[in-house]
């Protein structure tokens, strides 16, 4: 756990979320902020700072994020699609410093990133 990490701190149920899903590695809770009918924040619960801090030794949480996503997406019914983004350091829009990936769906997403 990472000191004043806010994720760390709802992975260890200091703060309450929203939780759709938890396992050994990962956990996901609804985003405060919803952008999409469905926003959903799936993090490990081992601190990682971002994407740029993923590698081989810690790469299994990663893949353990994406099997959850794949389970998430279809207990929350977008069998029609749905977008992951993960915003990585200052110019990539990353607010919160432990590795997250957004699960959004819910309506037509369009084809633009940006
Ligand atoms: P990012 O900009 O990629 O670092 O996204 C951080 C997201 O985290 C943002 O969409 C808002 C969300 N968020 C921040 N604090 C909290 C919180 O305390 N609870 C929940 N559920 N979401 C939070």
């Given at each position: 756990?990472?000191?004043?990490?806010?994720?760390?701190?709802?992975?260890?149920?200091?703060?309450?979320?929203?939780?759709?899903?938890?396992?050994?590695?990962?956990?996901?809770?609804?985003?405060?902020?919803?952008?999409a009918?469905?926003?959903?924040?799936?993090?490990?619960?081992?601190?990682?700072?971002?994407?740029?801090?993923?590698?081989?030794?810690n790469?299994?949480?990663?893949?353990?994020?994406?099997?959850?996503i794949?389970?998430?997406?279809?207990?929350?019914?977008?069998?029609?699609?749905?977008?992951?983004?993960?915003?990585?350091g200052?110019?990539?829009g990353?607010?919160?410093?432990?590795?997250?990936?957004?699960?959004?769906?819910?309506r037509?997403?369009?084809?633009?990133?940006l």
């Amino acid at each position: 756990m990472s000191t004043n990490c806010i994720f760390c701190k709802i992975a260890a149920g200091e703060i309450p979320s929203d939780k759709v899903y938890e396992d050994e590695y990962v956990l996901a809770f609804r985003d405060i902020s919803p952008q999409a009918p469905v926003h959903i924040l799936v993090i490990p619960k081992t601190h990682i700072a971002s994407a740029a801090e993923v590698s081989a030794e810690n790469a299994e949480l990663v893949a353990a994020c994406f099997a959850a996503i794949a389970k998430i997406a279809v207990a929350e019914g977008l069998g029609k699609g749905f977008r992951v983004i993960t915003n990585c350091g200052e110019e990539g829009g990353q607010t919160v410093h432990h590795l997250h990936f957004h699960l959004l769906g819910g309506r037509h997403l369009g084809a633009n990133l940006l």
